[in-house]
């Protein structure tokens, strides 16, 4: 199998052009941290962009910052630390739950729309991105958005290149929208509410006007008892003052409440963005799921009725981490039934190949929607080469 | 004017009566508009200097309505203008002749809201402020607002993908957007995302924000409602030069405050809105700056005192933090009659460009020598966090020729935008105002791809076809 890897965007386009013209199948790649993720597809060949790395623009004062899709995550933090920046959404990083090696690329965040826990208020890796270039499958170079963030020329291209996981492009560069990083940040945990209760409990710190910038539930689980997580940011007096609020509202819920600060409190928030709360060894399989917040503690007590589940939950309610048995097909029809029930999606995160293979591993679409993904998929890949089945069949 | 629209299908014309017989069986009388007299109030939106008569106007009340008005036109090969409040900046809902205009102002009712899962259901044709009027009572308020927000609908805003004053912290329409029921053109209806966040497969509700209406007709939408905060207050400055005021921008996001707004005025636009407004603004500097921040009374404080140190290095000649609801209403009512009142001074154009904040002087002075050499003048508003750009170029439509040279004016500051590594549309949408300077921003292959998509929804070119793309050149699928 041949591995390609393309030096610059031109490159890039006469390897896919040639692989059009044979009709040789790639599978689109960063450092392949997240080679085990989506559904497994046969190809012929390969194309990574880890030759592809450097800011090639960083305006701090405008909070922008382009580059090239192969560079690690971690140099963009890096880069952005030095000017008291971040990327607003707080990606995850999959290796601790996928135990692979390797430095996940910017390209990949922007690929497959990676954010944390900050997404809840801050938005999605796609609310940030605000330009892509990338190589279609016809082996053309196109661009769409820019470096300003406020722009509706033409169709936003950007958002589809977010999450479509290489099966529309190969991204060469991307242009994310960034944010100061703020000078304190402080969480308020609140101890041994049940599920409900906390989702309650968080659904009224978001609902306040206190800025919450992070809203998880960790359930009990062994001797730990449960804690439900609300994050606070900005300046620190204003820290104070609504960390004050904040327990004066949720008094009512009851249980002792104690606030987090600094290192303590940013393993617990890494632990949540990288799922790692769910401290499961690979012999399980992993869902994720975004439902309405509202929904969540009923969505969660649903699986636990028919799988020995664990799960923990992040936005508030709306995004629950489940950890499931592998037998037969890893909770997918469970899964799926409890979408259908209410309402949201769930993505196989982890699991051994052949369940991948043999189960939907993101959320069915309905006839039209799969339509007009077919559809799209020509309209960019007429021939279907790039990262063929990744998401879906046919896809 | 100096647009040019498709010439009409003569074939279609030729059926018009036909085709309002079979409009007319899937409607009642009352939701379909014939007579010219009628049909005339629908012949442009904000883009006033364009008219075209619609064929016929069809006002739908459901879903199940707009789906088969739209199997109607897909099978009978009519041409769909859809349509919300018609407030569009840029041509996005004037119709054409062979086409029929597809409003959807009737359907504008709230239909189910969740505080605690913060969301709001809506039909599309709920205006902007009537979702912020529906969850006002709970404290809540719908984030994006454009200027339009009394008139406009959200079927329009996410259309256009429209943004406003507060999208530096709160973002546009596209980062507010949960889910959407929409049409196709063959009247499938789908359902995209819902009340959770991120839908899954591909981000077709990104696609559809600021598709203006050529992918589908939304009849339905899930939007967020975010909690209000305490309150807000603005502080008002004064520069003697440009740069100084551009420097202060930069200064005071380096510090790491995002103001909830960050406007930028320059000295015609605050002499106009002056006059207008008796804002107290200070006329005798070149540049002022509103920034606003949120928070409790005493965050509010911390954060200006903080903002006013910032500033002080950039000698502002002004420096006034309002000091109460009376002030802080004065200071916004200058800004917010901008366009109002340039409009009672001039006859104007308003230009919608986005630029790298850091390019404002360069940008000002350009935008300067261009309007001189077209012999106009020109005030300039600008959202100074997010680089969007608001020239107003003023002529006087009385003399002949001005109004040509305006838009000349308008297509060389935009191309001046995209230039200096910006775009051709902010917030107000391409429609057709600025579909034929595509090119200057787009290459083959990038507008080529834009087109593909669209063929996916829309092979025929039915859908609001005479906007976005240049009419040369198209593709279908």
Known sequence: MTHHL??????????????????????????????????????????????????????????????????????????????????????????????????????????????????????AARDSLIGVRFVNGRGEAVKSGGRVMKNVTGLDLVKLMAGSWGTLGFLTEVTFKVLPKQERRATLVLRGLKDAQALEALSQALGSPYDVTGAAHIPARDRQGASTLIRLEGFSVSVDYRLGELRRLLKPFGGSTDILERGGADAVWQSIRDATVLKDGADRAIWRVSTAPTKGAEFAKFIAQSLDAQWFYDWGGGLIWISVPLAEDAGASVLREATRTFGGHATLVRAPAEIRSAVDVFEPQADALMTLAKGIKAAFDPKGILNPGRMYAGV | ???????????????????????????????????????????????????????????PSTTEEVSAIMRFCHEHGVKVVPRGAGTSLSGGAIPQEDAIVLGVSKMNRVLDVDFAGRTARVQAGITNLGISQAVAHEGFFYAPDPSSQLACTIAGNIAMNSGGAHCLKYGVTTNNLLGVTMVLLDGTVVEIGGEHLDSSGYDLLGLICGSEGQLGVVTEAVVRILRAAEGARPALFGFERVEDAGACVAAIIAAGIIPVALEYMDKPAIQICEAFAHAGYPLDVEAMLIVEVEGSDQEIDDMLRRIVAIAEPFKPKTMKVSQSEAESAAIWKGRKSAFGATGRVADYICMDGTIPTGQLPYVLRRIDEIVKSYGLGVANVFHAGDGNLHPLVMFNTNVPGEMEKAEKAGEDILKLCVEVGGCLTGEHGVGIEKRDLMTCQFNEADLAQQMRVRGVFDPRWLLNPAKVFPLEGRLAA
């Not at chain 1, 030759?51 to 909070?63: D, F, Q, S, W």
């Not at chain 1, 382009?66 to 560079?71: A, E, L, P, Q």
């Not at chain 1, 999959?94 to 910017?106: Q, V």
């Not at chain 2, 017989?21 to 009642?28: K, M, N």
């Open chain 2, 1 to 59: 004017m100096t647009i040019a629209f498709p010439k009409p299908d003569e074939a279609v014309l030729g059926r018009r009566k036909e085709i309002i017989e079979g409009l007319g069986r899937l409607l009642p009388p009352e939701a379909l508009i014939v007579s010219e007299d009628e049909r005339r109030a629908f012949e442009t939106d904000g883009l006033t200097a364009y008219r075209r008569i619609p064929l016929a106007v069809a006002l």
């Open chain 1, 6 to 123: 393309p030096r610059d965007e031109q490159e890039a386009c006469a390897i896919i052009r040639e692989a059009s013209d044979k009709g040789t199948l790639l599978s689109l790649a960063g450092q392949n941290t997240k080679a085990e993720m989506g559904r497994p597809n046969q190809t012929d060949a390969s194309i990574s962009s880890t030759a592809m790395t450097g800011v090639t623009l960083y305006e701090p004062a405008e909070m922008v910052i382009s580059v090239r899709s192969g560079t690690p995550l971690s140099d963009v933090v890096r880069t952005l630390a030095e000017k008291g920046q971040e990327l607003p959404f707080e990606p995850m990083d999959y290796r601790p739950l996928l135990g692979t090696r390797g430095e996940p690329t910017i390209g990949a965040v922007a690929a497959m729309n990676i954010s944390g826990p900050r997404r809840i208020t801050a938005g």
